[in-house]
């Protein structure tokens, strides 16, 4: 194939806001409410205030937890599913205020929101649209001037924000409360209020990976079909089940492939839509007791972390607290154990006297300058590293420049160990990063051969750790 054909698939960017977003790489959720106490998933709104009532509440610990695993960022539920608002709002009275924490004097998203700025995290903010609790919810502007009201106050009040999480579940069911929410509005006000920050899930700027499992695509694309985001069938998806029209979409946020040339071809309205994991360290998104046995393992989360973040994602990992308002001895463990792990995956480096050959780059593109791309036409390319120490290699890890586009869609990486050169792994996409195991006790050189690319291709990392 020509590759001028593919230039249209290359030539889509990313925005500053979702580079910025994707850099962040791994950050934590935080799903707190009236449920810790009610210990339910899904409160139904008729919840009183009164039960809200943590008795130790540290978001400072919540947040220097989550630095301890590697995380850049914290996104706290400030209103889920129930209504009830952990901030005082002034528009219900369905909140922190009436509740007996602080005497009711509390705010819980001003808390978190300077725990994150001191501890240098950047702060998101996670509100339910479906809302079981407020009147309004299925009269259709009454509920939407509520809502993009509250989303003042949350955009307006508590400084930068980087992640605006608009979640698509809806339990009313066939016979339930309908509203259609406003999405344009809901939008500009973000754009308004946080030009800054992506619209998460059922938003323009991150995509829903498809599951809440922590599973992962093998090829995960960030440059899909534009009806990959549909809005009002991803928002009311649990309420859509016996849609046919729906069921018969071609394409699905849980869709095994949203991007390649197969499934971009005749697809001429294309969006950079990157892809990001969600997943619970327990069973639930709150935290029970129950659950406390439940904290699934450093090393599980460390092969999600692989998949997702190498793997062309990013990765989002609640981290609920407990009633005392504090996240539990049990998580924290496997958060210390995770970063640990996480750490050496982020000095993947070559050593200073590597020497390059193999493909040369454009002019001002050479591989060792940090971005290497080699003139336009060549889409089968390789770059070999050699250098005189050996070195121990567990990982390689390797970097497009995605403010060029998405470009390599196969690849294939050697290592040159004490018998010469052996294949250590291979792929589809890389992307933002990929990060492979590589079971080489101590090398001297790396390889990667592109085998396929869309246009020219870039790597901007080419590291072993
Ligand atoms: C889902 C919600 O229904 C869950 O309660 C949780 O907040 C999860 C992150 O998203 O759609």
Redesign the pocket.
């Known amino acids: 194939m020509d590759w001028r054909e593919d230039l249209p698939r290359a030539a889509v960017t990313p925005h500053l806001r979702q580079l910025r977003h994707q850099a962040l790489e791994f950050y934590g959720?935080i799903?707190f409410t009236v449920n810790t106490f009610t210990d339910r998933?899904?409160g139904d709104g008729t919840e009183s205030p009164a039960v809200f009532n943590p008795s130790e509440l540290d978001a400072r610990q919540w947040a220097r937890a989550l630095k301890s695993a590697g995380m850049r960022g914290m996104i706290l539920?400030c209103k889920?599913?129930d209504g009830f608002c952990l901030w005082p709002s002034r528009w219900t009275e369905h909140s922190v205020k009436n509740s007996p924490w602080k005497n009711g004097q509390g705010d819980v998203v001003r808390e978190a929101a300077e725990a994150c700025r001191t501890e240098g995290l950047r702060f998101g903010v996670?509100c339910?649209p479906?809302d079981r609790h407020d009147p309004r919810y299925g009269q259709g502007k009454a509920y939407d001037d509520y809502f993009v009201a509250q989303l003042e106050e949350l955009l307006g009040n508590y400084g930068e924000i980087f992640s605006v999480?608009f979640?698509?579940?809806c339990?009313e069911g066939a016979n339930g409360k309908k509203q259609h929410y406003d999405w344009e509005r809901y939008y500009e006000t973000v754009r308004r209020l946080q030009p800054g920050a992506c619209i998460s899930?059922c938003g323009p700027d991150v995509r829903w990976c498809g599951n809440?499992a922590g599973d992962t695509r093998e090829a995960e694309w960030s440059v899909v079909p534009r009806r990959t985001m549909d809005t009002e069938k991803i928002a009311s998806r649990?309420q859509q089940s016996d849609d046919t029209a729906f069921r018969q979409r071609r394409i699905r946020a849980q869709d095994r492939d949203l991007g390649s040339r197969e499934a971009l071809r005749g697809e001429d309205d294309l969006i950079w839509y990157p892809a990001e994991v969600?997943t619970?360290i327990r069973p639930g998104?709150?935290w029970y007791e129950a659950e406390n046995s439940r904290v699934r393992s450093a090393e599980e989360l460390f092969r999600i972390y692989v998949r997702s973040v190498g793997g062309n994602a990013t990765f989002l990992l609640?981290v609920p607290p407990d009633r005392r308002g504090l996240i539990c001895g049990e998580d924290l463990a496997v958060l210390r154990e995770l970063g640990e792990r996480v750490h050496v995956l982020e000095q993947a480096a070559l050593p200073a006297d590597a020497v390059w050959s193999g493909t040369p780059g454009r002019p001002g593109c050479e591989a060792g300058t940090g971005c290497w791309m080699p003139p336009d036409g060549v889409t089968e390319a390789e770059l070999t590293a050699q250098w005189r120490e050996p070195q121990p290699a567990s990982w390689v890890v390797l970097q497009e420049d995605i403010t060029r586009g998405q470009r390599v869609e196969r690849f294939e990486v050697e290592l040159c160990g004490p018998d010469g050169w052996k294949k250590a792994g291979e792929g589809l996409t890389v992307g933002w990063k990929r990060i492979l195991p590589a079971a080489e006790g101590a090398c001297t050189g790396i390889r990667v051969r592109i085998r396929d690319s869309r246009v020219a291709p870039t790597l901007k990392l080419v590291g072993i750790c």
Do not use: L, R
Request: zero cysteines.
């Open positions: 959720f799903h998933e899904w539920t889920h599913h996670y339910s479906w999480w979640d698509g579940a339990g899930v809440e649990s969600n619970s998104w709150f609640n």
